[in-house]
Every structure is written in C-alpha cells, then in structure tokens.
C-alpha cells in the first residue's frame, strides 16, 4: 500500500468559520483561506459562498461576510494544533481581542472558527469541538450545507439543527 494511498484513508474533514465585517471584508476572507491552505499536511477543499450576516450579540456594528471552509487533515492534526493555528493566522491577519468581555462579539479584521473536527469531540474550554454555539448560528450552519450537505452535528444532521432556529434567508444575506 502506498503513503498516499494509506492517507487518504486516515485523512480528517475539519469545518472552519471565517468571518469579518472590516471595511476589506472579502479580501480578509480570501487572505485567511489562503493562509489556511498555506498549512501543512493539509488542503482546502471546498469553499461555500460568502453572506452576508447581521451581527450577533453586539449588533450596533457593521454586518459581516461569513463563509465555511472543509479541510481535509492528515492524521499528525489535532484539534487543539489546529485551532492554535488558526489563532495564529488571525493575529497574523490583525484581529485584536478585546479585553471588554461587551465587545466578544464586536467588530473584528477575521474570525476563524473551528466547528467541527472529524468525529471528535473536545470538551477543553480552550477548545471545544463541535463549537459550542454552531447549532445556534444560522450564519454557520447555511453555508456549512453548502459544502456539507449530509453533516451531522452531535448525532443530529445539520439540517435538523438549522431548521429549529428562527433565521431568514434572503439570497446571500443571513437575518437572525
């Protein structure tokens, strides 16, 4: 059997979040896909659409434009390395946390987000997979359906945990 051969088999389907409402907003989408797929041992391999989404939690700012990427993983990632690698490629790209806990969910350059790690599940508050509130956003789990139509969420397929939340879709723009 070949190495490659061998991979494909063992190979790991990880969901990430981008998100941002900075004036550049499509370019910053585009600069974290690639700084993504500039990792190693990985590819990105789907992309859906961009929306554009109203802002959750703290809603006197601008909307964002949100899309989900699927990277297919070797087995040497992990969920916590992926995600510190994503933290990474954020700070690289300027998003600056604020340390108002008000501002969680303010304005910000990028947002990656890890939602979903293969089969895993991750219950360390640093790294929680599935994110913890994935089932909650229509802005994840729409353009998750694009790229994953048969995913399923804690047992549950997403289209299920989409169709509880009170959400509008009007083209490409999320109302939640």
Not at 21 to 27: C, K
Not at 123 to 131: E, G, I, K, M, Q
Request: charged content about 25%; overall charge neutral.
């Amino acid at each position: 059997m070949t190495e490659n051969h061998t991979a494909l088999h063992e190979e790991i389907r990880a969901y990430v979040g981008l998100g941002s409402n900075s004036p550049e907003a499509e370019a910053m989408l585009a600069r974290a896909r690639e700084g993504l797929s500039r990792l190693p041992e990985l590819r990105l391999s789907a992309a859906s659409p961009l929306y554009s989404t109203e802002p959750q939690g703290y809603t006197e700012q601008p909307w964002f434009l949100n899309q989900v990427v699927e990277l297919i993983l070797a087995p040497v990632w992990r969920p916590r390395r992926l995600l510190a690698a994503m933290l990474r490629l954020e700070s690289t790209l300027g998003r600056v946390r604020s340390p108002d806990p008000a501002l969680r969910y303010g304005p910000r350059a990028i947002d990656a987000d890890l939602l979903l790690f293969g089969e895993e599940h991750c219950s360390d508050p640093a790294c929680r997979v599935p994110h913890p509130r994935l089932t909650q956003r229509a802005f994840a789990l729409v353009p998750l359906l694009d790229i994953a139509p048969q995913v399923r969420i804690e047992g549950t397929a997403a289209t299920q945990w989409l169709a509880r939340l009170n959400y509008r879709l009007d083209g490409c723009r999320i109302f939640q």
